[in-house]
């Protein structure tokens, strides 16, 4: 069945992740600065040096998805995975944010777990957990297999691929949410068999408060609508390479 994707929303109002920030007490504040900071100082982290645009393009780019996961997701306890989390983006924010949802940051490099685990440890958070992984032997544990409310991903892959990497983890009536650049349909299109066949339906693309030169990113919304079939996702490194 082919998926329709919406026309484009728009959740987010100009300001709304500076609001978000300013909302926060000032000790939380006070150690996202210090995350910022750290995330551009330590090598292998980010290409961005320079820690107040390291704040803008990590921080704040990381608090303007949450219009439109509490738009799904409510403020009630969830349990989300943040798949490819790279040094904890966006959960490690999200989590500072929303301390009612539990996050598993998940990553297959263990330089990058090790700096999680110790930003958290500094970020003061008891709602997070990392663990080094490979995306697709990830989906196929127990503990793991459609176990989790929703799946975020930020930067990490085209979504043919994320969505074979993400819907397995997510329970049926949860939610993957993809951040993504200005102009997502086209690379969404290509994706909606794959989508489908792996249990989603794309619901719809949502502006967020975070602009590149090119304009305002979204956020890309699947719905779990039914299982995913056992044979997915594919052994490691398959779903990069022939994407579905």
Not at 174 to 200: M, N, Q, T, W, Y
């Amino acid at each position: 069945m082919a998926t329709t994707v919406r026309p484009r929303a728009t959740l987010a109002r100009v300001g709304d992740a500076a609001a978000r920030f300013a909302s926060l007490d000032g000790s939380a504040q006070s150690r996202l600065r210090d995350f910022a900071t750290s995330l551009a100082r330590t090598r292998g982290m980010s290409a961005i040096r320079d820690p107040e645009e390291s704040f803008s393009r990590h921080v704040l780019d990381s608090l303007a998805l949450l219009p439109a996961m509490e738009a799904h997701l409510g403020v009630k306890h969830a349990r989300l995975v943040d798949v490819g989390c790279g040094p904890g983006l966006p959960g490690l924010v999200l989590a500072v944010a929303r301390p009612e949802w539990n996050f598993t940051l998940m990553d297959a490099q263990a330089k990058r777990i090790a700096f999680v685990q110790e930003a958290a440890h500094h970020l003061q958070l008891n709602n997070t957990r990392a663990i080094q992984a490979r995306a697709e032997s990830f989906a196929r544990e127990e503990e793991h297999r459609e176990a989790y409310d929703a799946a975020v991903a930020r930067a990490v892959a085209d979504t043919r691929v994320l969505a074979e990497l993400c819907l397995p983890l997510v329970r049926v009536g949860g939610f993957v949410f993809a951040a993504k650049g200005v102009e997502p349909h086209e690379e969404i299109e290509s994706a909606r068999d794959a989508v489908d066949l792996l249990g989603g339906q794309v619901k719809e693309v949502v502006d967020v408060d975070s602009r590149y030169e090119q304009g305002a990113r979204t956020v890309v919304i699947i719905d779990k609508v039914r299982p995913t079939p056992e044979k997915y996702p594919r052994r490691e490194g398959i779903p990069n390479k022939r994407p579905l």
